[in-house]
C-alpha cells in the first residue's frame, strides 16, 4: 500500500489543523498516524480498523484528536487535530498496516507516507 499524506502547516497553539492520508487503492488495512518530534523517536497517535468501528488514541490525544477514514474509492484516512499544543509539533506519518496499530508497533509496519509537517506556535 502506498500512502500520500498532506495537510500539514504552521498554526497557533489552541488552533486546528485536518491531516489526509490516501492510499493507492482500496484498503482493509488498519490505517494510523504516528509523529516524530526532532530528536525523539517516532510515536503513535491515533489508529482506525478498516470498518471504523475500532478507533485508538493515546491518552493525550483523547478529546482533542479524530481519526476517520473513507474507504468509497481510494481509502482515505483523516486526523482532525483540535486544541493543539506547542508539543504537538512533529512531522506525522501516516501509517497502514494488516495488523493492528498500536503503541510500540512502529517497527512492525512497513507502509508508510511521507511524512507533514506540523507546526504550533505558542
Known amino acids: 500500500v502506498q500512502l500520500q499524506a498532506s495537510g500539514g502547516g504552521l498554526v497557533q497553539a489552541g488552533g486546528s489543523l485536518r491531516l489526509s492520508c490516501v492510499a493507492s487503492?482500496?484498503?482493509?488495512?488498519?490505517m494510523g498516524w504516528f509523529r516524530q518530534a526532532a530528536g525523539k523517536e517516532r510515536e503513535f497517535v491515533a489508529s482506525?480498523?478498516?470498518?471504523?468501528?475500532?478507533?485508538?488514541y493515546t491518552e493525550s490525544e483523547k478529546g482533542r484528536f479524530i481519526i476517520s477514514r473513507d474507504n468509497a474509492k481510494n481509502t482515505v484516512v483523516y486526523l482532525q487535530m483540535n486544541n493543539l499544543k506547542p508539543e504537538d509539533t512533529a512531522v506525522y506519518y501516516c501509517?497502514?498496516?494488516?495488523?493492528?496499530?498500536?503503541?510500540?508497533?512502529?517497527?512492525?509496519?512497513?507502509?508508510w507516507g511521507q511524512g507533514t509537517q506540523v507546526t504550533v506556535s505558542s
Open positions: 501509517a497502514a498496516s494488516p495488523r493492528p496499530i498500536r503503541p510500540g508497533t512502529a517497527p512492525l509496519i512497513r507502509s
Open positions: 482506525i480498523s478498516w470498518s471504523s468501528t475500532v478507533t485508538d
Open positions: 487503492g482500496r484498503t482493509t488495512y488498519t
